[in-house]
C-alpha cells in the first residue's frame, strides 16, 4: 500500500489545530495516569478518637474503641453511674466534659485513673492553713500602702477636725466647696492632686495641693505650675488619718453656673492610680 506524502502532508496542515488538540488530549491523559499510578496508597488510622485518614478526617471511633472509652471513664469513680475525677466535675455518659481527658480525670490533676496530687496548691486557700494572706484583714500583716480613706465635701473649712460633710450645696449661697481627702499611711512630702469634673463629665479643673506630714527647713517649693514659690502645707494626724484640704471656689466663677453633679477625683504625685473619688450635687 502506497503513501501520497505530499497528499498527507496537506492533510495535516489543513487540519493542523485539529492534530494538535488530539496530540494534546493524549498527552493529559498519559501524565495523569502516570502520576495516578506513582501516588502512595493511603490507609484510614482509626487507633484513637479523633484520628486522620489520608483523603479526610475520622471523627468517631470504633465500636471497640467507643467501648473502650466508655468502661474506663466509669472505672474512674467510685463505681457510680456518673464519673467524676476527685479534682474537678464529673462527666457523664461518655463523653469527656472540658478540661478532662477521656479516662475522667482533671486536665490540671494527675494521669493515675482522674486523682489530683496531694501537693498544696500555690494558692493559700486552705482554711486550715496557718500561713497568713495579705488579703486576709485577720491575718496579721498590717496594710502599709498610702490609701484615701474618704473624701469629704463641705463648704466651711477646720483644718482641726475631720468634717462630716455633706453632697448637696447651694450655688447662690456659698463662697466654695472644699474638699477633704483623708489619707492613711502616708509619710513625707507629697503632692495631691485634685482633678475636679463639671456635670457634663469634662474636665473643670487640676489642683496641686503640695502637703508634708513632718516640718521641712523650707516650707515653699518650686514648681513648673506656677511662676512663684507654692506653700506646702504641713498636716497633722487626726484620729488615724491625715487630711488634706482642696477648694473650689464658687461664688463669682464660671462653676456658679454649672448646676449639677460634680465629680471629685484624688491623685498622688506623678501615679496615675485614681487613690479615691466623690461626686456632690451643686443646685441653683
Known sequence: MSV???????????????????????????????????????KSNSSGPGSTGGA?????????????RISSTKSAGSSGSDARSSGGSGAEGDSPSAGQTPGGSSSGGSSDGGTNSDAPSSDNNDPDSDEPSDDDPDSGIPDTSSKVEAV????????????????????NSIYSVYICATWKNIEGSHDEVLKLYCPDGRLYQTVYLPFTTYPLSSMT?????????????????????????GELPVAGTWAMRLTGIWRAEIYLDDNPTCY????FTLNP
Open 152 to 171: 469629704v465635701f463641705t463648704d466651711k473649712k477646720d483644718q482641726t477636725t475631720i468634717p462630716e460633710g455633706k453632697t448637696v450645696f447651694s450655688a
Open 221 to 245: 517649693k518650686s514648681v513648673a505650675w506656677s511662676p512663684h514659690p507654692v506653700e506646702i502645707e504641713l498636716v497633722s494626724q487626726i484620729n488615724g488619718v491625715y487630711p488634706v484640704w
Open 276 to 279: 479615691g473619688q466623690a461626686s
Open 56 to 68: 479526610g478526617f475520622s471523627n468517631g471511633t470504633s465500636s471497640t474503641s467507643r467501648s473502650a
Open 4 to 42: 501520497d506524502l505530499g497528499r498527507l502532508q496537506a492533510l495535516i496542515r489543513e487540519n493542523r489545530f485539529a492534530f494538535a488538540i488530539v496530540i494534546g488530549l493524549l498527552l493529559m491523559i498519559t501524565l495523569a495516569t502516570a502520576y495516578a499510578g506513582s501516588a502512595p496508597a493511603y
